[in-house]
């Protein structure tokens, strides 16, 4: 029996790093048609010219992040005049931020966090772009967050309109769209629509095979040989399809892998995986969770403890009980609700009574949000 045991200095992980949701595999299948259109929006950036403005639209998991990284990486492998820019939008939402994410990789620090305008930032940029003449390719990944804090027209506008004050920039952009309720060319102002002319890349979720060839070559590299059964992978890929995202079974393998070492042993079992997959399937809550500010994040809780007494909630109802622990008008309230609304952690519905009523309904489980929010 001890020979089926870990001893104390023993790992079931050959690479922990392959199961990280961040992690770029040198090795990247089953988008070779979306990374050959993204290249071909690239490449008037590597000639000197403006890249073509890109969408890349599709629900979480399906490979976009990772397909832009890949090809970054090969950009900042073969020339130094095209610089792209990744910024996480989910974390760096407001026009500033963005600037800031842009100024730090041109110059290697971020702008001094107080007593610093947007337009010393910018200006500060123009001068980089125009003195090296660089060519600026900047992707906005979960630009709808950027949407949802009003803030998209105003960074865009910024971006594809710089040539107009500083001659001789050339700035290109791609977005990120994860939220399928979000169409980005109809969501711009005119001003903005008139530069921004996108082409949309699709990306679709992968099928079951995709999704267990990819599982596959993570656990190849990420784990040792014997320590997953074929059996067992075959309900990390159920589990995955369940959930639609392919992050989901990143997260499951590790988590199993790790319930495995907790008890010592050398092999996953079933209950490894059905004890990870109760965390696993609320990665895109938790990763949500984080991003909210601190007055959304009371109001979620609110709602939340209201939804645990099981009652249909209205609007002013929980407009009420938000202002007995916040500060808070209802304009403000109201804009926090429709942000919740579009970014699916609760639902915002109409109904017809005296008036038009709007009914809030938690989306997730109450207990589970409020655990996440603690």
Same mark, same amino acid.
């Given at each position: 029996?001890t020979?089926?045991?870990? &001893?104390?200095?023993?790992?079931?992980?050959?690479d /922990?790093?392959?199961f990280?949701?961040d992690?770029v595999?040198?090795?990247?299948? !089953?988008?070779?048609?979306? &990374?050959?259109?993204l *290249?071909?929006?690239?490449?008037?950036?590597?000639?000197?010219?403006?890249?073509?403005?890109t969408?890349?639209?599709?629900?979480?998991?399906t490979?976009k992040?990772?397909?832009v +990284?890949k090809?970054?990486? @090969?950009i900042?492998?073969?020339?130094? #005049?095209l610089?792209?820019?990744?910024?996480?939008?989910?974390i760096?939402?407001?026009k500033?931020?963005?600037?800031?994410?842009?100024?730090? =990789?041109?110059?290697? !620090?971020?702008?001094?966090a107080?007593?610093?305008?947007? =337009?010393?930032?910018?200006?500060?940029?123009?001068?980089?772009?125009?003195?090296?003449?660089?060519?600026?390719l900047v992707t906005?990944?979960? $630009?709808?967050?950027?949407?949802?804090e009003n803030?998209?027209?105003?960074?865009?506008? *910024?971006?594809?309109?710089? !040539?107009?004050?500083?001659?001789?920039? +050339?700035?290109?952009?791609?977005?990120?769209?994860?939220?399928?309720?979000v169409d980005?060319?109809?969501?711009?102002?005119?001003?903005?629509?008139?530069?921004?002319?996108p082409?949309?890349?699709?990306?679709? /979720?992968?099928s079951?095979?995709?999704?267990r !060839?990819?599982?596959?070559?993570?656990?190849?590299?990420?784990?040792?040989?014997?320590v997953?059964?074929?059996a067992m992978?075959?309900?990390?890929?159920?589990?995955?399809m369940?959930?639609?995202?392919?992050?989901?079974?990143?997260d499951l393998l590790?988590?199993a892998?790790?319930?495995?070492e907790k008890? $010592?042993?050398? #092999?996953? @079992?079933?209950?490894?995986?059905?004890?990870?997959?109760?965390?696993?399937?609320?990665?895109?809550?938790?990763f949500?969770?984080r991003?909210? =500010?601190?007055?959304? #994040?009371v109001?979620?809780?609110?709602? $939340?403890?209201?939804?645990? @007494?099981?009652?249909?909630?209205?609007?002013?109802?929980v407009y009420?009980?938000?202002?007995?622990?916040?500060k808070i008008?209802?304009? +403000?309230?109201?804009?926090i609700?429709? =942000?919740?609304d579009?970014?699916?952690?609760i639902?915002?519905?109409y109904?017809?009574?005296?008036g038009?009523?709007?009914?809030?309904?938690?989306?997730?489980? /109450?207990? +589970?949000?409020l655990?996440?929010l603690a």
């Amino acid at each position: 029996m001890t020979k089926d045991l870990l &001893m104390w200095d023993e790992t079931l992980f050959r690479d /922990p790093e392959v199961f990280e949701i961040d992690y770029v595999p040198e090795q990247f299948n !089953h988008r070779e048609t979306q &990374m050959r259109e993204l *290249a071909f929006q690239i490449r008037p950036g590597a000639r000197g010219g403006r890249p073509l403005n890109t969408i890349c639209r599709g629900l979480p998991g399906t490979g976009k992040t990772t397909s832009v +990284r890949k090809l970054f990486a @090969e950009i900042e492998a073969e020339t130094k #005049k095209l610089v792209p820019v990744y910024v996480n939008c989910e974390i760096d939402n407001t026009k500033f931020a963005v600037f800031a994410q842009i100024y730090r =990789k041109l110059s290697g !620090h971020l702008p001094p966090a107080s007593g610093t305008s947007f =337009k010393q930032v910018f200006d500060a940029i123009a001068r980089i772009l125009q003195k090296e003449e660089i060519v600026l390719l900047v992707t906005l990944d979960d $630009a709808n967050y950027l949407l949802y804090e009003n803030e998209i027209n105003r960074v865009l506008y *910024a971006l594809l309109r710089s !040539h107009e004050s500083y001659p001789g920039t +050339r700035i290109g952009v791609i977005a990120i769209i994860s939220d399928m309720n979000v169409d980005l060319s109809r969501e711009v102002d005119p001003r903005v629509a008139s530069v921004f002319r996108p082409t949309e890349i699709y990306f679709p /979720p992968y099928s079951a095979d995709e999704a267990r !060839h990819i599982l596959t070559e993570r656990v190849m590299s990420g784990l040792y040989p014997g320590v997953l059964s074929d059996a067992m992978l075959d309900l990390v890929v159920e589990q995955t399809m369940k959930s639609g995202d392919l992050r989901v079974g990143l997260d499951l393998l590790k988590r199993a892998a790790l319930n495995a070492e907790k008890d $010592a042993r050398k #092999k996953i @079992e079933e209950d490894d995986i059905c004890l990870a997959y109760q965390v696993s399937k609320y990665l895109h809550l938790s990763f949500t969770l984080r991003t909210l =500010k601190d007055e959304e #994040k009371v109001l979620l809780k609110t709602i $939340a403890d209201m939804s645990s @007494e099981g009652k249909e909630m209205n609007a002013g109802e929980v407009y009420t009980h938000a202002k007995e622990v916040m500060k808070i008008g209802y304009t +403000r309230f109201y804009e926090i609700v429709k =942000k919740l609304d579009a970014m699916r952690l609760i639902n915002l519905d109409y109904r017809q009574g005296r008036g038009r009523t709007r009914v809030i309904t938690l989306r997730y489980e /109450p207990q +589970r949000v409020l655990d996440l929010l603690a």
